[in-house]
């Protein structure tokens, strides 16, 4: 028998259906709760909301668990690619041999933006962000595109998922030698998805160079970290405008924008710059703590804390392994990382942090790798939008082909003035 929570309000009873997840997550579902009450749910921040049922990824917060269609994070990051994660991410499964040699054509195929998108990248400042490009760049790349909406056709959305995972990496790339004045470097046929990218970024036209495995392999993992992370901001954001059924490309730019703020995908440079500035001001670790805790300074340790993870972050263990490995690999000691390492140490002892379940997320060592492969920061979150994009492309899938798809439309309790009249500007006080 299907299960029911009551409501009882203002004398009356009302019956609502639980909804079970295949991993028990329990949900009232109370699409019929305004209709029958009148009154609408508030949840300012979406901590208690369910926006939609989902067959993506899963996460048990309180357990730190990380799943993408049913495969654990750690099996996916140690055995998988980026490229394999992502054909399983927006299509469902594992893909076969063949499946993956035809996506990884795809790939190749379509790793040229069209040329006339060169001309673009002229008319962004030298100082433009590279998330504000990347943004601009996707939606424009929709507009040489004829297979913008395809998401009941497999076959012709594999071509649409291909040409923008392998075209997002030629784009965040050419924003990169752009922002430095460097000739934009095309993508090779013979590379992995990952070196591609690496090449594209830290290649010259007089300088070929060949990505340390060990380096390509840290960046790939970085990227089937990133993933997808169900309905966090910027996949929400995908799906809102998606939901008004506007194009994959339109969508996808959109959450490039969510992704980009730093409580978001920015939090990987905020990360650095704050333990830059620990280390440039010499400041102890205690002291900068006192500062964290101190509720008037509205200062956050930066790479901590998340909504759902009340434990640690398990992209964050794995990142935190990989950092040491890179680092050793590379000969390189950095002294943000035993800053990072130090503050770490510190708050997870900390009664502030451990009564507010607050542990490292996948932001707090991530950019120590990308810094000591040589990523300049203002990159970081561009990778992040990289690897987010399996995830975007999926949720914004799982939209269209919802049988109850509807525009998400959330309403609001209003609190503002009531009915008031107009006064012409000459009798105003
Ligand atoms: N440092 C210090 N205090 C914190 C932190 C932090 N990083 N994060 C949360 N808190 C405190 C917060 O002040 C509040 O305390 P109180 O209850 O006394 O008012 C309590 O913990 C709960 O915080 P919240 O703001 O209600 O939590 P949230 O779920 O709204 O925010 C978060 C989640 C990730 C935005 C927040 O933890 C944060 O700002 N962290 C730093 C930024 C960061 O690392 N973001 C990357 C998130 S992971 C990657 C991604 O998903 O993009």
Same mark, same amino acid.
């Given at each position: 028998m299907s299960e029911k929570a009551t409501l009882t309000y203002d004398g009356k009873s009302y019956e609502y259906p639980v909804i079970v997840g295949t991993e028990n997550e329990r949900a009232i579902d109370i699409a019929q709760l305004r209709a029958q009450t009148g009154m609408i749910t508030l949840d300012d921040g979406y901590?208690?909301?369910? %926006?939609c049922v989902s067959n993506i990824t899963f996460i048990d917060g309180e357990q730190g668990i990380l799943r993408y269609r049913g495969y654990p994070i750690e099996q996916l990051a140690e055995h998988s690619t980026f490229i394999e994660t992502a054909y399983l991410i927006i299509f469902g499964e594992l893909p076969t041999e063949k499946q993956l040699a035809e996506f990884r054509n795809l790939l190749v195929e379509h790793m040229f933006i069209h040329e006339?998108?060169?001309?673009?990248?002229?008319?962004?400042?030298? %100082?433009?962000p590279p998330m504000a490009i990347l943004s601009a760049m996707i939606n424009t790349m929709g507009c040489f595109d004829p297979l913008l909406t395809q998401p009941e056709d497999p076959a012709r959305f594999l071509e649409a998922s291909a040409r923008l995972i392998s075209r997002v990496r030629t784009i965040a790339a050419a924003a990169y030698k752009k922002s430095v004045g460097d000739p934009i470097i095309y993508p090779r046929f013979d590379l992995s998805y990952t070196a591609n990218f690496l090449h594209m970024l830290f290649c010259k036209p007089n300088r070929i160079c060949r990505p340390d495995p060990a380096v390509e392999r840290a960046m790939d993992q970085i990227f089937i970290l990133h993933a997808d992370h169900e309905q966090n901001c910027s996949t929400s954001t995908v799906r809102m405008v998606g939901s008004s059924q506007a194009n994959l490309y339109a969508s996808v730019a959109a959450g490039v924008c969510a992704l980009w703020g730093p409580l978001h995908g920015g939090a990987n440079v905020a990360v650095i710059e704050m333990l830059e500035n620990i280390h440039q001001s010499g400041e102890t670790i205690p002291n900068f703590m006192t500062k964290i805790k101190?509720?008037?300074?509205?200062?956050r340790l930066m790479g901590f804390g998340h909504r759902v993870y009340k434990n640690y972050d398990p992209r964050a263990k794995f990142i935190k392994q990989s950092c040491d490995a890179v680092l050793s690999k590379l000969g390189i000691k950095d002294p943000l990382l035993d800053i990072a390492l130090q503050l770490e140490e510190i708050a997870v002892k900390d009664p502030y942090f451990v009564e507010r379940k607050l542990y490292p997320n996948v932001d707090f060592y991530s950019g120590i790798i990308m810094r000591a492969v040589g990523i300049?920061?203002?990159m970081f979150t561009v990778l992040f939008a990289i690897g987010r994009l399996p995830g975007w492309i999926a949720n914004w899938r799982e939209v269209h082909l919802?049988?109850?798809?509807?525009?998400?439309r959330p309403r609001q309790v209003y609190n503002g003035p009531t009915v008031r009249q107009y006064v012409p500007i000459g009798a105003r006080a």
């Open positions: 901590s208690n909301t369910g %926006s006339a998108m060169r001309h673009h990248f002229e008319g962004f400042p030298a %100082s433009a101190d509720k008037k300074a509205h200062a300049p920061m203002n919802s049988p109850q798809a509807r525009i998400y």
